[in-house]
Nanobody
Framework: QVQLVESGGGLVQPGGSLRLSCAVS????????MSWYRQAPGKEREFVAT???????DYADSVKGRFTISRDNAKNTVYLQMNSLKPEDTAVYSC?????????WGQGTQVTVSS
């Protein structure tokens, strides 16, 4: 059974930082690409960042230079370090992967950027 469990969301002031985690089970983690997406109220879900098993990391233009995706294959966990947060970063953040022809999502974690 594939499971993705996010954590680390919360309320932060503009300019602040948060680190999200996504713990994965049920896959051979070192073999999968991992991605983060977000969905703000009233908007469609959008891509944030992806980290392949090897190769180039990619970011949405809106987060380049502020967010960093990383992975720890020993812990089966992917991270999203978010710095210089803006109110427009407020959203539910979810991690995502593909395995055996299926796409899997976590339940999401709320990030609210507000003063």
């Amino acid at each position: 059974q594939v499971q993705l469990v996010e954590s680390g969301g919360g309320l932060v002031q503009p300019g602040g930082s948060l680190r999200l985690s996504c713990a994965v089970s049920g896959v051979i983690f070192r073999l999968v690409a991992m991605s983060w997406y977000r969905q703000a109220p009233g908007k469609e879900r959008e891509f944030v960042a992806t980290i392949p098993r090897t190769g180039n990391i990619d970011y949405a233009d809106s987060v380049k230079g502020r967010f960093t995706i990383s992975r720890d294959n020993a812990k089966n966990t992917v991270y999203l370090q978010m710095n210089s947060l803006k109110p427009e970063d407020t959203a539910v953040y979810s991690c995502n992967t593909g395995w055996a022809g299926n796409v899997y999502w976590g339940q999401g974690t709320q990030v609210t950027v507000s003063s």
